[in-house]
Each structure stands twice: as C-alpha cells, then as structure tokens.
C-alpha cells in the first residue's frame, strides 16, 4: 500500500500501483456465492453437468470473480493520508473477459487511473483493477472499483 499526502495522489494516475498474491477459488467458495445469491446455475454448482461445457468443470460466478476486488486490493493501492473511513462507491466500468474454473487462483494488479477532491476532504479514487487467471493470458475480469476516501484537512 502506498500512503501519501491527498494532494499528491495525482502524480500516481497511470501508474501500475500494486499485485495482489493469488487466490484460490475453490468449489466451496463457488458454492457459498451461489447459496447467498440465489444463482444456482448448473455450470456453477453441479459438478457432473459442467463436465459437459466447454471449460469442462465448474466455474466462479462473475460477479463472484468482481466481489473479489475489494480483498485483493486490500494494500495493494494508493491511498491518502489521514483516512477516517474509505467506502465503497461503486464501479465506473466492468468486462468479464474469461470463466474461472474451480480451483484456479486468480488476481489483482492496480493501477490508479483517476483521481477528484469533492469538497470537505472527500477524495473520489478510481483503479483500473484486472483480474488475472493464473496460467492463462486473457483476465478474467477488468473493472473500474471507485472508492470515496474521507480525510481529516
């Protein structure tokens, strides 16, 4: 993670800011996304039928590879200094680029693509954050998380 003044956060814009380790994504994760959202398509959950689909195995939901972007980016960005809280402020862009099968390790490299002061130390930060399939060279998913830094001035 790199720690700096708010206003220099800027000279970071289109810089590759940090890579996250690999992660794992097992069925009993798969299945744990599936259970909390209701999606319990087969090529997710049912490990026989998937066998039968062009990835031959199961695969992560999308928007469980997405919901991943929170952890992976956990010291691995650019933040200001003096934060009192950082929240999640949604996603500018997302394309999910290629399945996940079970078991394969995924993740995320960073870079700082946009940053905006709001008003009363409120810093908006948007990260291009691409989401590697270890082994294989297309991402799994690119996305644009932007987060809403509110800093003691």
């Known amino acids: 993670m790199t720690i700096v003044p708010a206003e220099e956060m800027e000279k970071y814009i289109g810089q590759e800011v940090g890579v996250s380790d690999w992660f794992e ?3 009993e994760r798969i299945n744990q996304f599936a259970e909390g959202t209701n999606d319990h398509q087969f090529i997710h959950v049912d490990e026989e039928m ?3 689909t062009p990835w031959g195995s199961t ?3 999308g928007f469980l590879t997405l919901s991943m972007v929170t ?3 956990v ?3 650019v933040m200001p200094e003096n934060i009192q809280m950082a929240i999640n402020y949604g996603l500018d862009k997302v394309r999910f680029m290629e399945a996940v099968p079970v078991n394969s390790k995924i993740r995320g ?3 700082l693509s946009d940053v905006q002061y709001k008003k009363a130390g409120r810093w908006l930060v948007k990260h291009t954050a691409t989401i590697e399939i270890e082994g294989k060279d297309k991402p799994a998913a690119i ?3 932007l987060t809403l ?3 003691t001035e």
């Open 109 to 111: 490299r960073f870079v």
């Open 149 to 151: 830094f509110i800093v």
């Open 143 to 145: 996305a644009e998380p």
């Open 59 to 61: 695969i992560a939901h």
């Open 50 to 52: 998937a066998k039968s």
């Open 75 to 77: 010291d691995k960005t």
């Open 71 to 73: 952890f992976l980016s």
């Open 25 to 27: 994504i097992n069925q």
